[in-house]
């Protein structure tokens, strides 16, 4: 899916728990304007809501001062964590809904190749065996200041922390960058750097390299082939071959 899509507002609401996420942004609703009929036919045409449901999914989705003739393109609505929380709890997103909430925003997570899932299986394997479940997470969420909550390939988290941690309470984050490299390498990264994570390992499938972000610096560059050995500074106790990575996704060499 490309960077910057904008859709998983109609695919991902599951339309019985429509109303529920109206009542998690109760405040923001009940101050934005109403669009135009012709606006809601569009929306009711198009997501099969009734008229009460398509003013309200206008609404969310718009959030912009009303005319008769729109001429601006309005901003989108901007997702605070706890909101982004409430919507999960009430059931608003379907069960198949692959979604990440980046500085303030929704975005699809792109379909997972099989290289990824390859080399996502291998570090996870690793880490898991090496710190167990009490420290090592993968694919699952921490929180972000800027109102960001990125589900990370392979996190790994202090003794004690919560299973979902904040950023400061992660001491490393590994990225395996391949359909979703564009924002790995963009947004995202720049999210992560900005908001204190103190260590990013990306596992570029494209490239078959390594960067290696440590206090928002880019302190290194590891390709394949040179019998790269990795290991974060908070967490030495696993040491990770960079070259089984990439033979773990079954990539032929660059």
């Not at 398509?54 to 001429?71: D, G, N």
Request: charged share 25%.
């Amino acid at each position: 899916m490309p960077d910057g899509h904008r859709e998983p507002a109609r695919r991902c609401l599951a339309e019985p728990s429509f109303k529920l996420l109206c009542g998690a942004l109760a405040a923001p609703l009940a101050a934005a304007p109403a669009y135009p009929v012709d606006t809601h036919a569009t929306v009711r045409a198009t997501l099969r809501y009734s008229d009460e449901q398509a003013v309200l999914f206008s609404k969310l989705t718009l959030m912009a001062t009303t005319t008769q003739e729109c001429t601006e393109v309005p901003a989108p609505h901007h997702w605070t964590v706890d909101e982004y929380h409430r919507a999960i709890d009430g059931g608003v997103f379907t069960d198949d809904c692959r979604i990440e909430l980046l500085h303030g925003e929704l975005f699809d997570m792109p379909p997972i190749s099989e290289p990824h899932i390859g080399a996502v299986g291998y570090l996870t394997w690793l880490f898991f065996t090496q710190l167990g479940w009490q420290r090592a997470s993968s694919q699952t969420p921490i929180i972000l200041p800027s109102d960001g909550e990125p589900e990370p390939d392979v996190a790994v988290r202090e003794l004690g922390a919560p299973s979902k941690p904040t950023v400061a309470q992660v001491q490393l984050v590994i990225e395996v960058s391949q359909t979703s490299r564009r924002r790995d390498l963009g947004s995202k990264l720049e999210d992560y750097l900005r908001d204190g994570l103190r260590e990013l390992w990306i596992i570029d499938l494209v490239e078959q390299c390594a960067l290696i972000y440590r206090n928002g610096q880019l302190v290194a560059r590891h390709p394949r082939g040179v019998s790269a050995r990795l290991s974060a500074e908070l967490v030495p106790e696993v040491t990770v071959e960079l070259d089984q990575v990439f033979e773990a996704a079954r990539l032929p060499n660059a």
